[in-house]
């Protein structure tokens, strides 16, 4: 799937490390009365260095002025302030970026108890918190854990921002992503409407960011099973809201096979005194087994989008979706064999695309 992990200015791994070094700067600045000018000064300095070592990739290095800028804060403001919260999972981002998870687990849940105590003045900070913490529970597959971390995360923000604000686009889209990988289709598909209908409103339909998220959707929807329309069809009267969320689904589909330069407004209207007549398989070669995939024991489900002419043959086959790498050339050519009867709007032959499943098992 498209990758879930955020990339920052700082990191690819940490989610808000940046923000996190400001933070503790800017709060430091109006909590810290009683520190000396020595403790304000090394707190300043390791603060820089630790962002230049981070950025720099050097996490031995980071560690262990990590370590010491959560000591010296625990000092200068006390073991329960949000600016030592925020310097435990500023600690827990660097074992994480060393892959050690199990050390970063326990402070991020002390961050968390720190900042829970005051979810409204540490909002960000503790949504920040909770989808770094989300992040490392889906790297090491718990994905469950990822998604209760990540709709805690989802319940702060609309406390602050309300329900309908662009800032919800990424976490909510970042929450249905997740429990795409749980295979909670069902969950997930309500979660994605929601994202992208605000994306389409507020950052436009052709925006890259909006494009990328329907990708992600029309994916969820390949591994659901659920048949997308081959063309253009009408919709049914009464329904507005559906016929609202069926356009936009053809929307993704057409953005993910990637035919069309402009998917902004697919499907083109279709007459109500049209007959579409969809085309249907007459003809799916099977695939060979690739004999390196075979050795490797690879198997898996390949989707292949295919573009159809109007006398039903294949001129175009991309896979979509991921899937086995050593699977792929084998289903695409299987998928540009294919055969279908025609698609015809008002009697007239027309393009269009689907998709075309393969699925490898081993014997």
């Known amino acids: 799937m498209t990758a879930i992990a955020k990339a920052l200015i700082c990191s690819t791994l940490a989610i808000s490390f940046c923000s996190f070094l400001d933070q503790q700067t800017q709060t430091g600045a109006k909590s810290n009365q009683s520190a000396s000018a020595a403790e304000v000064a090394e707190e300043s300095q390791l603060n820089t260095s630790l962002l ?91 994905y469950k854990g990822s998604s209760d971390l990540l709709a805690r995360a989802l319940a702060v923000k609309e406390t602050v921002v309300g329900k309908d604000d662009p800032s919800l686009i990424r976490l909510l889209h970042h929450l249905a992503n997740t429990l795409q990988a749980q295979r909670q289709f069902d969950q997930a598909e309500p979660i994605y409407l929601r994202s992208l209908t605000i994306a389409e409103q507020r950052l436009g339909k052709r925006d890259p960011e909006t494009i990328s998220m329907m990708k992600d959707y029309a994916c969820l929807d390949l591994r659901a099973r659920k048949p997308y329309p081959m063309g253009p069809q009408e919709e049914q009267e009464g329904d507005e809201s559906g016929a609202a969320a069926r356009r936009l689904k053809r929307r993704a589909s057409c953005w993910l096979y990637g035919f069309k330069d402009d998917c902004e407004t697919y499907p083109e209207a279709v007459q109500k005194h049209d007959q579409v007549v969809n085309g249907r398989a007459i003809s799916l070669p099977r695939p060979a087994y690739p004999p390196s995939a075979r050795a490797d024991r690879v198997a898996g489900t390949v989707f292949v989008a295919v573009l159809i002419d109007g006398e039903g043959k294949v001129i175009e086959a991309r896979t979509v979706c991921g899937g086995p790498p050593l699977l792929m050339d084998a289903a695409k050519m299987a998928a540009r064999g294919a055969r279908f009867t025609p698609t015809t709007v008002g009697g007239k032959p027309i393009q269009v695309f689907g998709v075309v499943t393969y699925n490898f098992v081993r014997y």
């Open 52 to 142: 230049e070592l981070y950025k720099a990739g050097k996490f031995d290095q980071a560690l262990p002025v990590a370590r010491r800028l959560v000591e010296l804060k625990e000092k200068m403001f006390g073991a329960e302030d949000p600016v030592v919260g925020v310097a435990l999972s500023n600690l827990a981002e660097i074992y994480r970026a060393k892959k050690q998870y199990d050390e970063a687990q326990p402070l991020y849940r002390r961050s968390l108890a720190i900042l829970e105590r005051d979810p409204t003045a540490n909002s960000q900070s503790l949504i920040n918190v909770l989808e770094a913490f989300a992040d490392l529970s889906f790297e090491k597959r718990d």
